[in-house]
């Protein structure tokens, strides 16, 4: 149900433990059982951290630039961070442009070799992911788009 959810943009859904009596306040009978929606998005620049990363920016597919889902800043250890730093030092590309330039960029620009699992509650009015979270990192394999090939995963 969840998924069906997910597919129609809704939020979540809300539901009362058959059990409780009804009130209308703010209770333990209520549940709010929000959706969550995954993607894997191409990784197109990072935000260092004296061990790794702190964030990877998240991008879209363009034909002339690409644009900007995002960033993900969270779902990873202090371990998988380094491991997704030294899996993108080896893409870095100094000449990245974006259709729109990012106010106060920090990143460090990598070429789209790489693709991101992420898992996110929703895509916001300007088109970035609001909530999301890292679940693994992939490489383009070569001879499809499709092929990806797994480096790095989270167990959540």
Partial sequence: MRNELGKLNFEGIVSKNAQAPYRSDRNEGWLKIKTVQKGRF???????????????YLGK?????PGLYGKVGTGWSRTVSSQIRKQLDTVVSPRFKLTRPIKKPKAVWVEPSFVADVE?????AEGLLRQSSFKGLFRKAESSRENLIRLVSVIA
């Fill in 120 to 124: 996110y509650r929703d895509i916001t």
């Fill in 42 to 56: 191409p990784v197109i620049g990072f935000v260092k951290d004296p061990t790794g990363v702190a964030a990877l």
């Fill in 61 to 65: 597919a363009r034909r002339e630039r």
